[in-house]
């Protein structure tokens, strides 16, 4: 979807400013917004790419009036509702009201790093062969989509140049709408800041997307 | 302004980050009594975090990179068992690529999309890495980033941003410093900083 969240270009939003000797988390709430949100990852059976949309998928206005672990809450609360696992009640009242639905597998603190070191590896086998081999020029296609994507608008429409063949990992588009990892391609394409900022853009810059073989076509 | 708007906007910011916060414990204390969430897990989830998985990981990766050429290679052949060689492997670092900085072009890693970032060589990102400033700046900009940053490089070094569109996960290996001959890999390791493996800094000079 075209959402706030594509920013790669956006103007007005002003300088970086790092925060000396930042903490990990802000506040507790963060922490626990944080551990919930990977604790439950793993009994509310959704993918990563679900929980991207689900963070993508607002009003923009909200989506840059929320600071980032907001963001990450107000996603969860929403994947939990969706599948029925907490009910908006129970939150308000801060109690289990409802019958407990069951689910696979909760996380115990005995496989918490053994989880977290496993992660969640996105490369599959495949039979077919890549369409496009190293120094292939191709065009970012040109997609609106209302669904997740991967794709950042600041490239589409714009040649490059396949930099790395990566291999073939589960795709997002897919995989955050329930309809399978239906892996593809990847290739890292890489295009010139000209190419993408016109005769005003940095001569010396160039940058790199990592792009699945559906976004791209041979030119 | 007036005092008494100031004083208003001040409660309002308040209580929305206490409705955030209750609602926070509210889900917390469902989740548990409905047997989702054992709170030991997610305390141990935030401590590893909070207190292990942190940029020390990949200054380690970067001091061994400067200082064993085998190691290097190994690190620019594949990055991902090279650095589970040091013990830092999984979620959010699971296909891993270093990049390499040299007196002819620097990289800067940004995910203009949400916060993708190495977690087992860099722990969580900062909150600049995810803001908006940032992800917007990066891929069109990056020299006025590195100066927001009080870095700057030479006008003809070329610059090469990654974006971490996909769950490739890139690691900036900084130039090694002048005047470090024979260092150790620990004293190599306290030039690293978290920025010079982003992109948006350079290694410390042992001067």
């Given amino acids: ?219 | 302004m007036s005092g008494h708007d100031h004083h208003h906007d001040h409660d309002h910011d308040h209580s929305e980050l206490s409705e955030t916060q209750l609602r926070v414990r509210a889900l917390e204390t469902v989740l548990t009594e409905k047997g989702y969430v054992d709170p030991a897990a997610l305390d141990l989830l935030i401590e590893t975090y909070e207190k292990k998985v942190g940029p020390r990981n990949g200054a380690r990766v970067v001091a061994k990179a400067w200082a064993d050429p085998d190691y290097r290679a190994r690190l620019f052949k594949d990055a991902t068992p090279a650095v589970a060689e040091l013990g830092f492997a999984g979620r959010q670092g699971e296909h891993i690529v270093a990049l390499e900085n040299t007196a002819k072009w620097h990289n800067m890693v940004v995910c203009t999309l949400c916060s993708c970032y190495p977690w087992p060589v860099l722990g969580l990102p900062p909150v600049w890495y995810k803001s908006a400033p940032y992800r917007s700046r990066a891929v069109a900009d990056p020299r006025g980033i590195l100066a927001d940053f009080g870095v700057t490089l030479p006008k003809d070094t070329e610059i090469r941003v990654w974006d971490s569109t996909a769950e490739i996960r890139y690691l900036v290996i900084p130039m090694r410093p002048a005047g470090t001959e024979g260092w150790s890999e620990e004293k190599l390791a306290e030039l690293v900083t978290r920025d010079s493996m982003i992109g948006t800094g350079l290694a410390k000079d042992p001067k």
């Fill in chain 1, 1 to 219: 979807m075209n959402g706030a969240h594509d920013m790669g270009g956006v103007h007005g939003f002003g300088p970086v400013e790092a925060e000396p000797n930042e903490p990990v988390f802000h506040a507790d709430w963060e922490k626990r917004a944080f551990a919930l949100t990977l604790a439950m990852g793993m009994p509310g059976g959704w993918n990563i790419d679900m929980s991207r949309f689900a963070r993508e998928n607002r009003d923009p206005a909200e989506y840059l009036s929320m600071s980032y672990y907001q963001i990450w809450f107000v996603a969860l609360e929403i994947m939990l509702k969706e599948r029925a696992l907490v009910a908006e009640d129970e939150i308000a009242a801060g109690h289990a009201l409802h019958e407990r639905k069951p689910v696979t597998r909760v996380l115990s603190p005995d496989d918490v790093l053994k989880v977290l070191h496993r992660g969640g590896p996105t490369e599959r086998e495949t039979n077919t062969r890549a369409a496009f081999k190293v120094g292939d020029r191709v065009r970012a296609k040109t997609i609106h989509l209302l669904t997740h994507t991967r794709l950042p608008r600041y490239v589409r429409g714009h040649a490059g140049v396949i930099e790395r063949v990566i291999g073939c990992h589960v795709f997002p588009d897919s995989n955050a709408h329930g309809a399978g990892e239906n892996s593809q391609w990847l290739y890292t394409v890489r295009f010139g800041g000209r190419e993408l900022w016109g005769a005003d853009g940095d001569p010396t810059l160039t940058v790199s997307v990592d792009a699945w073989e559906p976004y791209l076509e041979k030119l």
